[in-house]
């Protein structure tokens, strides 16, 4: 028996071997991605995912109990494969420009892979179905990422510490912008939807964080900037500054 992957390829499925298992478990998993991808969690079936991988419903409910079982490890797949990303630190000897700059580089690079903007899709998609799934890509992906601007930009600004909670604002909105440059308006529209071009994203990354720099650097502007909880005002200070 075989078991034909997306791509084409078939997987040998002849010896029970603990090797031979996890290449027929990924296969399944690849093969559940791609329906996944492009169906609400309602409108697919384990015969959808079986005719993709080319298996029998059989062989996978031998190793996923049901089709929740399926989505959910297919989505933790992801999860994990995105945390190494995600989790990054930013080097200390760097001054709050410079640092800045390694986040927003570092963040873009996370929400630029296309396994972010797939699981992002699935968490506002299927929400009502699997609310944990938005709980996880907080925790596991999100959340690592502005935690990590936050604590930098807090280490270089010691005698703001009274400012923490407005720090972690700031590092959200931050991380709002380096989102919607490197993924649009993908979620709204699918990930079939036509990218625009990437060829100014380098440009538009150091002016996000090369303003988010100066601003954070001027007692007045902080303020102003913390007292702000939605990104729209710096992004369209940051659009003019762009356009000028």
Request: glycine fraction near 0%; proline fraction near 2%; include cysteine.
């Given at each position: 028996m075989a078991i034909s992957r997306p791509d084409g390829q078939a997987l040998q499925t002849s010896a029970g071997t603990s090797q031979e298992r996890a290449r027929i478990r990924a296969g399944i998993l690849e093969a559940a991605r791609s329906v996944i991808s492009d169906a609400q969690y309602?409108?697919?079936s384990i015969e959808d995912v079986a005719r993709a991988a080319g298996c029998s419903r059989r062989t996978i409910h031998s190793r996923f109990e049901?089709?929740?079982?399926?989505?959910?490890?297919?989505?933790?797949?992801?999860?994990?494969?995105l945390f190494d990303v995600a989790n990054f630190v930013i080097p200390e000897r760097m001054d709050l420009a410079d640092g800045i700059i390694f986040f927003v580089y570092s963040a873009y690079e996370a929400c630029a892979d296309p396994k972010y903007?797939?699981?992002l899709i699935s968490s506002v998609r299927d929400y009502d179905s699997h609310p944990w799934l938005i709980e996880r890509y907080m925790k596991m992906i999100r959340s690592p990422m502005t935690i990590a601007c936050e604590n930098f930009v807090l280490s270089k600004l010691p005698?703001?510490?009274?400012?923490?909670?407005?720090?972690?604002l700031i590092a959200d909105q931050i991380f709002q912008l380096v989102e919607s440059v490197a993924i649009g308006t993908i979620v709204a529209n699918g990930t079939k939807a036509p990218r625009r071009s990437q060829a100014a994203d380098p440009f538009r990354l150091e002016l996000v964080a090369r303003s988010y720099a100066a601003l954070l650097?001027?007692?007045?502007?902080?303020?102003?900037?913390?007292?702000?909880?939605?990104?729209?005002?710096?992004l369209d200070a940051i659009q003019a500054m762009e356009e000028a």
């Open positions: 309602e409108s697919w049901s089709k929740y079982d399926l989505y959910r490890a297919s989505r933790e797949e992801i999860v994990d494969a903007c797939e699981i005698k703001e510490r009274a400012m923490r909670t407005s720090f972690a650097a001027d007692k007045k502007s902080l303020a102003a900037l913390a007292s702000s909880h939605h990104p729209k005002s710096a």
